[in-house]
T-cell receptor, first 113, second 110 residues
Framework: KAGVTQTPRYLIKTRGQQVTLSCSPISGHRSVSWYQQTPGQGLQFLFEYFSETQRNKGNFPGRFSGRQFSNSRSEMNVSTLELGDSALYLC????????????FGQGTRLTVV | TQLLEQSPQFLSIQEGENLTVYCNSSSVFSSLQWYRQEPGEGPVLLVTVVTGGEVKKLKRLTFQFGDARKDSSLHITAAQPGDTGLYLCASKYNNNDMRFGAGTRLTVKP
């Protein structure tokens, strides 16, 4: 059974640009959550999608957005990139929104220059 | 403020030593997960504990859930270099987002 797949693995963008990251969850999983991980802040929750609906949202500015498609694949978008957005962005899938066990992808390493 | 407090933040030991890391909260957990993350990779789920007082073993790793379900510990026996990584505890509060502790960064030297 394939795990969680995130693309791309690495990305370099310049300030002011926008970026879209993709996540394909484990087959049969309907919940996808996104996290930002930085050395200073650790793992910070961005948002969670279940059945194409955003169920929860973390404390991030509106420049961070996401969506989920009918096949449970999810994308997150960051507009007007800032240097501080440089981080490892992780996607996790769960069977359902109320499941406590999450399975992570390898992440996308975003560097903003 | 971290909802989940992990200690120690850093731990460097020699191969063969034993160690314990802790995860504490002022809130009661419905369940708690432990993950291990290696550099450049996503966290990998190690175990879920649910019942107060529960003990689970995974080879040389022993996980304990406090009786009051407010704390948990991870004990590693005879640590090996392959145990090196960031150990994270996590819990979902009231079916909301999953919250993570800041982690314990373990280095096991050969």
């Amino acid at each position: 059974k394939a795990g969680v797949t995130q693309t791309p693995r690495y990305l370099i963008k310049t300030r002011g640009q926008q970026v879209t990251l993709s996540c394909s969850p484990i087959s049969g999983h309907r919940s996808v959550s996104w996290y930002q991980q930085t050395p200073g802040q650790g793992l910070q929750f961005l948002f969670e999608y279940f059945s194409e609906t955003q169920r929860n949202k973390g404390n991030f500015p509106g420049r961070f957005s996401g969506r989920q498609f009918s096949n449970s694949r999810s994308e997150m978008n960051v507009s007007t990139l800032e240097l501080g957005d440089s981080a490892l962005y992780l996607c996790a899938s769960s069977l359902a929104s109320w499941n406590t066990e999450a399975f992570f992808g390898q992440g996308t390493r975003l560097t903003v220059v | 403020t971290q909802l989940l407090e992990q200690s120690p933040q850093f731990l460097s030991i020699q191969e063969g030593e034993n160690l314990t890391v802790y995860c504490n909260s002022s809130s009661v957990f419905s369940s708690l997960q432990w993950y291990r993350q290696e550099p450049g990779e996503g966290p990998v789920l190690l175990v879920t504990v649910v019942t107060g007082g529960e003990v689970k073993k995974l080879k040389r790793l022993t996980f304990q859930f406090g009786d009051a379900r407010k704390d948990s510990s991870l004990h590693i026996t005879a640590a090996q270099p392959g145990d090196t990584g960031l150990y994270l505890c996590a819990s979902k509060y009231n079916n909301n987002d999953m919250r993570f502790g800041a982690g314990t960064r373990l280095t096991v030297k050969p």
